[in-house]
């Protein structure tokens, strides 16, 4: 078995390192015990701990035991050698393949050294001689995932049409035909590629990587395709610009899109099949200096409904926002700006309200997931289905409850703000910086101020921010700039706080993944006054605040604090205001 292998083999490390006083029997005892409950290995526990500096530990094991080591962290994971070992065997073993030795024979991290019999089922899968490396930093299954979902695996991409709307298929071709340049990170000699591979390709990782967006720019002399990974455009690979356009004309053919028009905005989308599931992709061009610029939207609608625990909700604003869904009627809405998750956080609220409260219904713009049990309407304007039409039918089918995509003109946040008055509890976003200004938002879409105040009951306002990589993060002195914001915001002097260095894990940017920074404002009796009142937004705040709501820009230095983002990070995404 693999753990009971990995813990004899790390319990004989372990006691080389007592045997040369590296560590005492308490501290090893102490490693141990943590091992156990944090669930990572005990040499790591032992250099997180700081009881033994990785470096000695390294040392031991190369001479000592004549183990050679790999450090995750910083290998450079060779795509050649990777292609030789299928996805599903490294997943199996929990092993990934690295490098060439300089004898030709393949370099392989495991944690597991030891195992002869998974050693020779690679050399035959392989055809080489292989070797194992001890795996260190912890993460080998994550950098697996990675490796494998970055560099292209040797199984074929699985992109199939899935009829639907899209008159247009994917031609498939066998893996065999694929040519061997395609395989190592992406870009390796793309240029070669027919432009229906190359979207299959392209349009594969994306999806893989669960970016959000593809954006596809010409230049004078190539075409740059980017991938929006955790909200951060990232440059992917560089096109021909024969390719370029290829490629662009066949996504235009699978959107249906006209593709002799080359100049004005077009729009269209397409539904590619990847394996089990079904991703739709929302396109847009328009004609730029250089040729078509194309941005396609993702919408990968199988990831499922995130809790309001997992997108970082929390402790009192968590239990305010409960309290608020407990309404029986009234309207809450969710603010921020585009990309700051508003939808996950709507969808996460309707899925703690679907077992209890009877009918609920939606009407968005694009549904981003469908949902079991929710009836869910989709603007359509081809169809004459905008949101106060969407809304207004929906009133006819009697509804519960009702989540509106977004609130942006009068005639929407009327019907709503009816809705909300007459029984039901509406959930809406509107676009707007903060709790305290979406009420006021209200306003400035044409609703008076005491039927507002009147029909809503609170406010939660969200950014998202990059999670720093706990493989590389460190504590560290900040910059001016930083220091001054943390200090004033939290009132306390900034000793060391987190920064992610970059590492093999995190792409080298120091961040792995994004989490929610929120606040949230229920509207009590002063506050309902204040909207009567016609109160600005500053004024709003001032008394949320008395009344405890801690504001976003808090809670993010609070959680710069605790080292789950940076304070560059909150600066940058929390401070900021558009
Ligand atoms: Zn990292």
Redesign the pocket.
């Known amino acids: 078995m693999v753990s009971s292998g990995a813990t004899s083999f790390e319990e004989r490390v372990s006691r080389v390192l007592l045997d040369a006083e590296f560590v005492t029997d308490e501290q090893l005892a102490k490693a141990r015990e943590q091992s156990r409950e944090g669930g990572l290995g005990l040499l790591d526990t032992l250099v997180s701990l700081g009881i033994v500096a990785r470096e000695t530990l390294m040392t031991v094991l190369s001479f000592q035991l004549r183990i050679p080591v790999v450090d995750l962290?910083s290998v450079q994971v060779d795509p050649e050698a990777v292609a030789l070992v299928p996805e599903d065997l490294a997943r199996e073993h929990n092993i990934l393949p690295v490098s060439f030795e300089t004898d030709g024979s393949l370099r392989i991290a495991t944690m597991v050294p030891n195992d002869f019999q998974l050693s020779s089922r690679l050399s035959s899968v392989t055809g080489r001689q292989t070797k194992f490396a001890l795996a260190l930093s912890g993460g080998l299954n994550e950098l697996i995932d990675r490796t494998y979902a970055a560099g292209l695996p040797s199984p074929p991409p699985q992109a199939a049409p899935t009829g639907g709307d899209s008159a247009a298929g994917v031609a498939i071709s066998p893996a065999e035909e694929r040519p061997q340049a395609a395989i190592g990170a992406m870009g390796q000699d793309m240029s070669q590629l027919p432009a229906v591979q190359a979207v299959e390709l392209v349009t594969l990782q994306a999806v893989k990587r669960k970016a959000s967006d593809i954006h596809i720019v010409p230049t004078a002399d190539s075409a740059n395709v980017l991938f929006r990974l955790d909200g951060v455009l990232q440059e992917q690979v560089m096109l021909p610009l024969r390719l370029h356009e290829s490629m662009v004309s066949r996504i235009k053919v699978l959107a249906e899109m006209d593709i002799s028009e080359t100049r004005r905005p077009q729009d269209g989308s397409f539904t590619l099949g990847f394996g089990e599931k079904n991703v739709d992709f929302r396109v847009s061009t328009i004609g730029i200096t250089w040729g078509e610029m194309m941005v396609i939207h993702i919408l990968d609608r199988s990831g499922g409904i995130l809790s309001l625990e997992d997108i970082g909700l929390d402790a009192r604003p968590l239990l305010t926002w409960r309290q608020l869904l407990s309404l029986p009627f009234g309207m809450v809405l969710v603010s921020g700006p585009t990309g700051s998750g508003k939808t996950t956080t709507l969808y996460g609220s309707v899925a703690e309200l679907i077992k209890d409260r009877g009918n609920i219904m939606t009407v968005e713009d694009p549904v981003e997931y469908r949902m079991e049990d929710l009836h869910q309407i989709e603007v359509n304007r081809a169809a004459g289905i905008d949101f106060p039409s969407g809304l207004r039918s929906i009133m006819r089918l009697d509804p519960d409850v009702i989540l509106v995509g977004e609130i942006r003109d009068e005639e929407t946040a009327k019907t709503a703000i009816d809705a909300a008055l007459t029984g039901h509890l509406v959930l809406a976003s509107v676009h707007s910086n903060d709790a305290p200004s979406s009420f006021i938002r209200l306003l400035d879409l044409g609703i008076e101020p005491y039927m507002a105040a009147t029909a809503v009951a609170g406010g939660l306002a969200q950014r998202l921010v990059r999670r720093l990589?706990p493989?590389?993060k460190v504590q560290t002195e900040l910059g001016a700039a930083e220091s001054l914001a943390y200090e004033s915001e939290m009132q306390e002097p900034a000793e060391q706080l987190w920064e992610?260095v970059?590492?093999n894990?995190?792409g080298g940017t120091?961040f792995?993944g994004r989490t929610g920074v929120f606040e949230v404002l229920p509207v009590t009796g002063a506050i309902r006054k204040l909207i009567s009142d016609k109160a600005g937004g500053q004024e709003i705040r001032t008394q949320g605040i008395a009344e405890g709501m801690v504001p976003m820009r808090r809670a993010g230095m609070i959680m710069a604090k605790e080292g789950i983002t940076s304070v560059g990070e909150v600066l940058r995404k929390v401070f900021f205001i558009d």
């Open positions: 962290k990589c493989h590389c992610g970059g590492c894990f995190c120091g792995l």
